[in-house]
């Protein structure tokens, strides 16, 4: 896969598609129209951070290439690409434990903090693809 030059856009499997890691400057598209939320993204090769409705979802550093992302009350999951080692913080329920599976290997359980936010780090390199399951215990 690569980078999305829309910045986001919908897939024809109803899941979304970020980022862009190889812009160099901060990049930002508002107002993309999704399931009747209002998104907003901004990335670059320092960050991608994505918003609906003006509250956090996702957020990487460095930035990074999300595919098929997926979000439902139990769980999320997408495929994630970047030149390097990335640190991924995404917005769930606060205070819940998840389970935690990268490329479909179970790495464990973790607990969100009292604003919801849960943080990964995941091993990139280039042309490498990971996928990430997060569900709700």
Avoid: C, W
């Avoid at 980078?3 to 024809?12: N, Q, T």
């Amino acid at each position: 896969m690569a980078v999305i030059d829309e910045l986001i856009r919908e897939e024809e499997t109803g899941a979304l598609s970020f980022g862009n890691f190889a812009l160099a400057t901060k990049t930002k598209k508002d107002g993309f129209q999704y399931q009747g939320d209002s998104y907003k993204i901004k990335t670059f090769r320092e960050i991608t951070k994505l918003e609906r409705n003006g509250m956090f979802v996702y957020e990487s550093v460095p930035g990074t290439v999300v595919h098929d992302f997926r979000a439902t009350d139990k769980a999320v999951n997408f495929v994630v690409e970047g030149e390097e080692d990335s640190q991924i913080t995404l917005e769930l329920e606060a205070e819940k434990e998840y389970k935690i599976h990268i490329d479909k290997v179970y790495v464990g359980k973790m607990k969100t903090n009292l604003g919801g936010k849960l943080n990964l780090s995941v091993e990139l390199e280039p042309a490498k693809m990971v996928d990430i399951l997060v569900e709700k215990i």
